[in-house]
């Protein structure tokens, strides 16, 4: 951690009732701490923010523990979450602002006020400052897991350095990332996926929580395609990119958990729904779930059915020939004629695609 930032988190935390009054209005002094829901200001009282050191004890003031979540940080954390920032200049800025304390050159250029972290307009703002996938360290990252058709992917980009935060008085750390957008029926986006990945882009980048999510989640869905009246849904990214490595033209949503599968908004207009589940106990049941919400609604719904723990696993496994006539079976007939000889007909060398 700079010496400027070292300085701005002791001033804060000499500070730190008032910024907790400020920035955590929602929340209430109780002894040596702020009780409030969450960093984003909600109200309850979950998180515990310590606002002076026990005499003798451990435990820095202005240090905070949200124990329904076990994240934990700093005052300038509860500035960036509450504040909804994205760029860490903007972070130091406000905090300065705080303090009465002059602006450098740098971060008084910051042209965006602040937001609140997981609104639609904080996901836009990352998404935004991202840039496309093609011929970055997530292509590499892909193509590692046994994905080379990269075509139509505008829900992903990617960001050579998205904050990470590793833990409790360690510095806040930068990570290429892999970032997907969760959005609406419409592509309004809600909320953002993001997996931190290794500098060489073979793998996830070695950190505690290489895959986190923020935003509004419940219902949306990171989407391949435009669905109309068929949709496969299923988990991870990786496991949906898989298939549609396969089913190139087969629209396709990542709903990133197996509970926020089970609860994926379906359109309307939707006939046939392809489930792609996890090999696990979990998957079993959301797919359970997830048939009998579509039927009820008059939905045909179709479980797809694999060999190991995920389609991620039978692609790198098994191959995409393979897997290709693994689905074979397993679609209606019209979506087979639809769906599988698209790739022959129109000539498409899904390989050799973006």
């Not at 997996?195 to 869905?221: E, V, Y």
């Not at 579509?294 to 059915?305: H, V």
Request: glycine share 8%; charged share 25%; net charge positive.
């Amino acid at each position: 951690m700079s010496a400027q930032i070292s300085d701005l988190a002791r001033r804060l935390a000499e500070r730190a009732e008032l910024v907790c009054r400020h920035y955590l209005s929602n929340g209430r002094r109780a002894g040596r701490y702020w009780v409030v829901g969450d960093v984003h200001n909600t109200p309850g009282r979950s998180m515990f923010v310590r606002l002076r050191r026990r005499h003798g004890g451990k435990g820095a003031a202005g240090k905070w523990t949200d124990a329904a979540t076990a994240e934990h940080g700093d005052l300038l954390d509860v500035i960036r979450e509450s504040c909804g920032f994205v760029q860490f200049r903007d972070v130091l800025a406000e905090a300065r602002r705080f303090l009465s304390l002059p602006q450098t050159q740098a971060e008084s250029k910051s042209p965006l006020p602040p937001v609140p972290i997981g609104s639609p307009e904080s996901a836009r703002r990352l998404f935004a400052v991202s840039k496309p996938i093609h011929g970055t360290l997530a292509e590499t990252y892909l193509r590692t897991r046994g994905i080379p058709a990269l075509h139509e992917l505008t829900s992903l980009r990617f960001h050579p350095r998205c904050y990470y935060r590793p833990g409790d008085d360690l510095p806040t750390e930068t990570w290429p990332a892999l970032i997907a957008a969760v959005t609406t029926f419409d592509g309004a986006i809600t909320g953002l996926h993001r997996t931190w990945l290794d500098p060489s882009g073979r793998s996830k980048a070695p950190i505690a929580t290489p895959r986190r999510a923020m935003g509004l989640l419940l219902g949306n869905a990171v989407r391949f395609g435009i669905a109309h009246d068929v949709l496969a849904a299923g988990e991870g990214i990786e496991t949906m990119l898989s298939l549609r490595y396969a089913l190139p033209t087969l629209p396709m949503v990542s709903a990133l958990s197996a509970n926020h599968l089970a609860s994926v908004l379906l359109p309307t207009s939707l006939r046939r729904l392809y489930i792609a589940r996890d090999a696990d106990a979990a998957g079993e049941v959301v797919a359970t779930s997830l048939a009998q919400r579509a039927e009820s609604a008059g939905i045909e719904a179709i479980p797809l059915s694999l060999r190991l723990d995920d389609f991620n696993d039978d692609l790198r496994s098994f191959g995409v020939d393979e897997l290709r006539e693994a689905l074979r079976t397993q679609l209606a007939p019209e979506d087979v004629v639809r769906f599988l000889p698209s790739l022959r007909d129109h000539g498409i060398n899904v390989c050799a695609s973006q």
